[in-house]
């Protein structure tokens, strides 16, 4: 992994002792549907914490909620001690970026040009500045091209900076969603299912680029449905279930919780068998056996 260099944070924390994010109390209801209910997390600086949870547990909603593209019903979020902002744009420009679910990248430009986009909030460039194209505006220009690069190199894009994006490998164009999220220089990255239709070689290397972008002081959370990815990588890992955090700690705390388990699975039915019943029928068959084979 190339070492990457940090820009200066434009929006410097307030309070250093403040978590990256704060979410309290966040509930979403669409109509009658409660998508998400009541929901505390925090995510602390140098942290990777992955949220997991069974299809339709509210994750995706939740971020949703976190990035301003819905502003929940009830509950408050502050990134770096301040209450974001309800809009994309405002939340980006705080310092949080995400990827999609749906790769959205920009397929007819190039590479190195979906990464200069993920840069427009970090340049102070005005309207009449591109348009004049003054020394300022091609001094400007020059910076962003050359950070867009770095990460480009960063990600391990450099030899597919002039190819556009819809000619990309799938694993590739996850990368490239990658690079142009960490463009708008976050503190904190939201990732949506970044290995998804990824082979065991791409989800891999995946993980080992997210560990450098925590290393690189940008704190990261994390939904995926690969346990094995998740519970590798994460310090902490919340699960959601039917809107509602369920539990949250680390990977052996969580894998080792029979509800997360249930949650999985699902939970057993009423006048299932238990254990005892099960037991009973194990013996009696393992007998039978023995009865057979005299
Ligand atoms: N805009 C919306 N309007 C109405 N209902 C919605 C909306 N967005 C999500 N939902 C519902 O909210 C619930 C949670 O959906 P969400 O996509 O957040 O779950 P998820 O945990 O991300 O699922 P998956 O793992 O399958 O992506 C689902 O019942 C979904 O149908």
């Known amino acids: 992994m190339t070492p990457m260099t940090t820009t200066p944070d434009k929006n410097p924390a ?3 002792d403040s978590p990256v994010l704060h979410a309290t109390g966040v509930t979403m209801r669409f109509g009658g549907l409660t998508a998400v209910h009541a929901v505390d997390l925090t995510v602390a600086h140098h942290e990777i914490v992955g949220l997991i949870g069974p299809n339709g547990a509210g994750k995706t909603t939740f ?3 976190l990035t301003g593209l819905y502003i929940p019903t009830e509950g408050t979020v502050t990134y770096k001690g301040t209450v974001l902002p309800p809009k994309p744009h405002l939340v980006t420009e705080a310092g949080i970026a995400r990827t999609f679910q749906n790769i959205r990248l920009f397929a007819n430009m190039t590479v190195l040009e979906n990464v200069l986009v993920g840069r427009h909030t970090r340049t102070e460039e005005g309207l009449f500045s591109a348009l004049l194209r003054g020394p300022k505006f091609h001094r400007a220009e020059k910076a ?7 990460l480009l190199h960063f990600t391990g894009l450099t030899p597919k900076a002039d190819h556009l994006a819809r ?3 799938y694993g590739e164009q996850r990368k490239l969603e990658i690079a142009r999220a960490l463009a708008s220089e976050p503190g904190l990255l939201l990732l949506d299912e970044p290995t998804a239709g990824m082979n065991p070689q791409e989800t891999r290397a995946t993980q080992t680029l997210v560990r450098a972008i925590r290393d ?3 704190a990261v959370l994390v939904i995926e449905h690969d346990m094995r990815f998740i519970f590798n990588l994460c310090d902490r890992v919340a699960v959601l279930v039917q809107g509602e955090k369920l539990t949250e700690g680390t990977a052996e705390t969580v894998q080792a919780d029979e509800r997360v388990i249930a949650a999985y699975l699902g939970t ?4 299932a068998p238990g254990q005892d019943e099960i037991a009973e029928v ?5 007998d039978a056996r023995t009865e057979d084979n005299r």
């Not at 962003?144 to 770095?150: G, I, K, L, P, Y």
């Open 14 to 16: 307030p309070r250093t």
């Open 144 to 150: 962003s091209t050359q950070r867009a690069m770095e």
């Open 63 to 65: 971020f949703n909620c």
């Open 282 to 286: 194990e013996a009696a068959e393992a």
């Open 268 to 271: 057993p039915f009423e006048g």
């Open 167 to 169: 000619n990309l490998p």
């Open 216 to 218: 690189q002081g940008i």
